[in-house]
């Protein structure tokens, strides 16, 4: 039989409507079985969530059987903590039930931030690096031929701190600067002194201290501030001839008896 006349024969026919039949069932169950899965027709909008607190955001979204999830925060210390500045998908947006919504918000704590201000920075300098990490400055200025428009200390709450201290942006601090003055001072006989007391007793003089452990200590421990005793000086004392206001004065500290070459400085 030829193949032509295979074609009009029933038998034909039938295995021909029996494949059809069954591509047809093969493609409602495939299209069925899809629509089940990918839940087909349930879409939720997205509500509004700029400007609503965390939980606020949360219940709005658990409303619409939606969920959530901070994928970032900014610092606004004007803002409320808390509150949402931005989501994706945007509002009005159509999605499946049980979406995750990306927010951003604003910080509930302010970011911290390293000072990196030391003695000797130019003050203006200073200032715009602090600008530029959002920390306040208050600026006490203070008689020093050494630091004249510089860094002398920076101070937090009445601390001096270090250029490593790290502090809360937005949060304030002062930067004591040096003036040029022209006053002269007597530096006093050092003699015999530990570093803790030179410190205090040039403090009130408008002195700097600079204590210098002989032989060399890198870390001096608290028993060495209180062994170790002044054997000189510069300058040196002179009841006449004065220094000027706000200058450094080098002190060197032994915990044995001075060396020859060292005297006190009557």
């Known amino acids: 039989m030829s193949f032509r006349k295979f074609l009009s024969t029933p038998e034909f026919r039938k295995t021909a409507f029996k494949i059809a039949l069954l591509y047809a069932g093969v493609v409602i169950l495939s299209w069925l079985l899809l629509n089940w899965y990918n839940d087909h027709g349930k879409f939720v909008s997205v509500p509004e969530l700029r400007g609503k607190s965390l939980s606020e955001a949360i ?28 989501q994706s ?9 049980g979406r995750q919504v990306f927010l951003t918000i604003y910080r509930f704590s ?103 452990f002989e032989p060399m200590v890198s870390s001096p421990s608290s028993q060495d501030s209180v062994t170790y005793r ?13 220094t000027t206001a706000g200058r450094i004065v080098d002190i060197w500290l032994y915990n044995t008896p001075c060396p020859n070459d060292t005297t006190s400085n009557e």
């Open 230 to 242: 002044v054997c000189r000086q510069d300058p040196k004392h002179d009841p006449v001839i004065g």
């Open 89 to 97: 998908p945007g509002v009005e947006s159509q999605v499946k039930e």
């Open 59 to 86: 219940l709005a979204l658990e409303d619409r059987e939606l969920t959530h999830l901070v994928i970032d925060s900014i610092y606004d210390r004007k803002a409320t903590p808390g509150e949402v500045v931005d």
């Open 110 to 212: 302010p970011p911290m931030e390293t000072i990196n201000i030391k003695e000797g920075d130019y003050a203006a300098v200073a200032m715009i690096k602090l600008h530029n990490k959002g920390i306040e400055c208050d600026t006490v200025y203070e008689d020093n031929n050494t630091f004249v428009g510089s860094v002398i200390r920076v101070t937090h709450r009445g601390k001096k701190i270090k250029p490593d201290t790290q502090i809360a942006r937005g949060d304030r601090l002062t930067l004591v600067i040096g003036r040029s003055v022209r006053s002269k001072v007597i530096v006093p006989d050092l003699f015999g002194l530990t570093c803790k007391e030179v410190e205090m007793m040039l403090d009130t003089m408008n002195l700097i201290c600079n204590c210098k």
